[in-house]
């Protein structure tokens, strides 16, 4: 049977692994929304990217090398 001392010790522990944990996860969904955002900045630009290379695609077409 374990001690008092021994009870409390790994109670301590536990609680040590739990905030640590909460603070990794905090980390993870702070990258995440950032990463997120940045995803959705970059849509238009991408939007315009691929409507130039389409319109240069046509424009192209008939170009033989």
Do not use: W, Y
């Amino acid at each position: 049977m374990a001690s008092a001392r021994d009870i409390r010790r790994r109670i301590k522990s536990i609680k040590s692994t739990q905030q640590i944990t909460k603070a990794m996860k905090m980390v993870a969904a702070a990258k995440l929304r950032k990463s997120q955002e940045r995803v959705t900045a970059s849509r238009p630009f991408a939007g315009k990217i691929k409507e130039v290379l389409a319109r240069l695609a046509v424009s192209n077409s008939g170009v033989s090398h």
